[in-house]
């Protein structure tokens, strides 16, 4: 079943001599429950690519369809309302609230919705991420590692429709990358996560099920 499709999406910057395009004309589709890595080199438009797809940004031309909604169709606020419920989003440099303790930073997404927190789902979820002992720790009390992976706790605990991961390993020790890979290969074979990880290690992209490679702003290799 196809969880996202991505029609024909440009995004130039500037105009006349400053005019710059990130996102040249790139299409392509994700499977439900698809783990797919996106690898390029510094200004390639990967990351331009991943802030379209979660609805960040708005392209210049072109579509994105998430679970068959046209995503750019909404205004601002329901665009902002679809994001928060149905796109989790991973970045580098984890993004906690410095004054929210672990058990608040994973929940802050619902607490934002007027949701309720299910105490058995969240235990569950700690217990995933191996933050069992640490849900009363501020992010200042944590590693690195453990940080990217209450991130990790924030992006799941909607059950959303997909996953947009930007170098979640990109701030790490190879140790603590390996942990973060390894979470996100679990949430995706486990709780049936589809998952676009942005990254340029391609170590790292060989543990998905499929490589799109982007150079100046285009797909130019995909296996």
Do not use: W
């Not at 679970?67 to 993004?95: E, S, W």
């Amino acid at each position: 079943m196809e969880i996202l499709k991505v029609e024909n999406l440009t995004k130039v910057y500037g105009k006349d001599s400053t005019k710059v395009v990130a996102l040249d004309n790139v299409s392509f589709s994700v499977e439900k429950g698809e783990f797919v890595a996106i690898v390029g080199a510094s200004g390639s438009g990967k990351s331009t690519l991943l802030h379209l797809i979660g609805g960040v940004d708005r392209p210049t031309s072109g579509k994105v369809f998430i679970d068959g909604k046209d995503i750019f169709n909404f205004n601002d606020d329901k665009l902002a309302i679809f994001r928060r419920r149905q796109v989790g989003l991973i970045y580098q440099f984890y993004n906690l609230i410095p004054i929210l303790n672990v058990e608040e930073n994973i929940t802050l997404p619902l607490a934002l919705d007027n949701r309720e927190i299910n105490k058995g789902t969240l235990d569950e979820m700690l217990k995933l991420l191996g933050l069992e002992n640490r849900r009363n720790h501020l992010p200042n009390e944590l590693s690195g590692g453990q940080q990217q992976r209450t991130s990790i706790g924030r992006a799941l605990i909607t059950n959303p429709t997909i996953i947009l991961a930007d170098e979640p390993t990109g701030n790490l020790d190879s140790k603590s990358s390996d942990e973060i890979v390894a979470l996100l290969k679990k949430s995706n074979k486990e709780l049936k996560q589809t998952i676009i990880m942005i990254t340029h290690n391609m170590e790292i992209a060989k543990c998905a099920d499929r490589i799109i490679k982007i150079e100046d702003g285009r797909i130019v290799m995909e296996v």
